[in-house]
């Protein structure tokens, strides 16, 4: 099992910045990729980023250029560094964990956390 806790949510104004985090704990696979979801009110939820063990990155083309994603293995946490940020990227933000051994995939989900971008 894995445990995730994300910290870091808020309100915050058109082009400004947040910072989230999420502490994994429990039995993380070698193998593995940690990222970030979120879930706009009345919408679904999409990926925003996720970085792999290897350190290899994906964005949401929306938040490319804004947005950076890096993890610490050694405390078993990502970041998500958010930047220029606009009224539309108010969401619920979920952190995410992928293990992956012999071709099976367990994936973990956090609680979330809410960001509001509002003047």
């Known amino acids: 099992q894995v445990q995730l806790v994300e910290s870091g949510g808020g309100l915050v104004q058109p082009g400004g910045s947040l910072r989230l985090s999420c502490a994994a704990s429990g039995n993380i696979f070698s193998v593995n990729a940690m990222g970030w979801y979120r879930q706009p009110p009345g919408k679904q939820r999409e990926l925003v980023a996720v970085?792999?063990?290897?350190?290899?990155?994906n964005y949401a083309d929306s938040v490319k250029s804004r947005f950076t994603i890096s993890r610490d293995n050694a405390k078993n946490t990502v970041y998500l560094q958010m930047n220029s940020l606009k009224p539309e990227d108010t969401a619920v933000y979920y952190c995410?964990?992928?293990?992956?051994?012999?071709?099976?995939?367990?994936?973990?989900w956090g609680q979330g956390t809410q960001v509001t971008v509002s003047a």
């Open positions: 995410n964990v992928k293990n992956y051994r012999l071709g099976y995939e367990f994936v973990y």
């Open positions: 970085i792999s063990s290897g350190g290899n990155t």
